[in-house]
């Protein structure tokens, strides 16, 4: 069974730093590993996509990339902002389920 | 990207009585949805997928007597909690995932919606 870890559970950064969420995963037979953001008592919202085939992905600030060989993924934020505060989860699709991780709680403070 | 509705986002009930939650993909076909709980500071639990004109697909561990679902069409999926108690209480989160275009099988989710139980 695929079991997906998030490394570190949470962090608190002040404003303008660059960090790095990571993702790691048991089984590289995966179709695509997705970057979702959840704020409080709210539903989650994508981020990043990444196919199997990728090795990364980028948007604006954040930028993850996908080593499935290595079964990890990691999201990079850059210049970090207040309103970046919120929970990042990492979920790996296998085609017919997604598995998600245990969730990185991020606190930037201004 | 695409859009995921979900209705109620906020429910409250007496302890033994049924709620029903919808799950609606707006502007995409879905023949497959997932609904999903989440208790406080924890990561999504699966319970069950739900498939357009067949019977839905339960996690071990989920009494598929208590949580109902019904994929009506190809757009609907309903998630009913039957008999309610105070141990349903709990963020309860669709997600549909798209079976076209660029983004083949990215999942898109509803808002959620809060279940407390009294």
């Known amino acids: ?110 | 990207g695409a859009v995921v509705s979900q209705h109620p986002s906020w429910v409250i009930c007496k302890s033994g009585t049924s709620v029903k939650i919808e799950c609606r993909s707006l502007d995409f076909q879905a023949t497959t949805m997932f609904w999903y709980r989440q208790f406080p500071k924890q990561s999504l639990m699966l319970m069950a997928t739900s498939n357009e004109g067949s019977k839905a697909t339960y996690e071990q561990g989920v009494e598929k007597d208590k949580f109902l679902i019904n994929h009506a069409s190809l757009t609907l999926s309903t998630l009913t909690v039957t008999s309610a108690h105070p141990e349903d209480s709990s963020f309860y989160i669709c997600s549909a995932p798209s079976t076209s275009g660029r983004a083949l099988y990215e999942q898109f989710f509803g808002p959620g919606t809060r279940l407390t139980v009294l």
């Open chain 1, 1 to 110: 069974k695929q079991e997906v870890t998030q490394i570190p559970a949470a962090l608190s950064v002040p404003e303008g730093e660059n960090l790095v969420l990571n993702c790691s995963f048991t089984d590289s037979a995966i179709y695509n590993l997705q970057w979702f953001r959840q704020d409080p008592g709210k539903g989650l919202t994508s981020l990043l996509l990444i196919q199997s085939s990728q090795r990364e992905q980028t948007s604006g600030r954040l930028n993850a990339s996908l080593d499935k060989s290595s079964g990890r993924s990691t999201l990079y934020i850059a210049a970090s902002q207040p309103g970046d505060s919120a929970t990042y989860l990492c979920a790996g699709f296998t085609g017919n389920q997604f598995y998600f991780g245990t969730g990185t709680s991020l606190t930037v403070i201004p």
